[in-house]
């Protein structure tokens, strides 16, 4: 095993600067004339499926890959650092892939999204947080109070959207996302899979017996 690899993961909601992050870490390696390669799954074609873009447009070629395993599969003789973007989407594979490069000495640098629209941990990202060596967790502003904002509001049709809402919508819906703080978040119709205040033991607020 080699003594230099690591895993670094940054998280955060949308619009907290993810990708523009990795960016900036990919462009620091390579002014340090490290060999690097970036990887993004397929399924994301936002800003067409050659580069990773950031919101303020900056953007860096990526390769888009369907499978994690792929990854082994496109990986060029003597690459040191390995970005992968939009990391929250690939399947739980990636988390023994992110493993296996770290141990062969590469540093590798995963952005995502640690919460979906639901406000719930989002697919492989939990492993990979605990995994890593270095986690940065950044945060947006709120929209709606100015606060630091941590979680991604779905919106449909003006609204937010509700916890049963399906992932991929049909037809003329229109949906979009904004960040906000976990104050100004909204759930309808979220069921109670958590306990409400109401139910939490008093010494939990600090009130007397
Ligand atoms: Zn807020």
Known sequence: MSRNGSLEVICGSMFSGKSEELIRRVRRAI???LKVQVFKPIIDNRFGIE???SHNNVKITALPVDHPYDIF???EDGVQVVAIDEVQFFSKEII???DA???KGIRVIAAGLDLDFRGEPFGPMPDLL???EIVDKLRAICVVCGQDACRSQRIINGKAADYNSPLILVGDSKEGYEARCRACFELPNKSGSCLSAEELPLCFFGAEQ
């Open 31 to 33: 002014i340090a004339k």
């Open 51 to 53: 580069h990773v873009v």
């Open 73 to 75: 599969d496109c990986l």
């Open 96 to 98: 023994q892939v992110c």
């Open 101 to 103: 490069l770290a141990d």
């Open 130 to 132: 605990a995994k890593a």
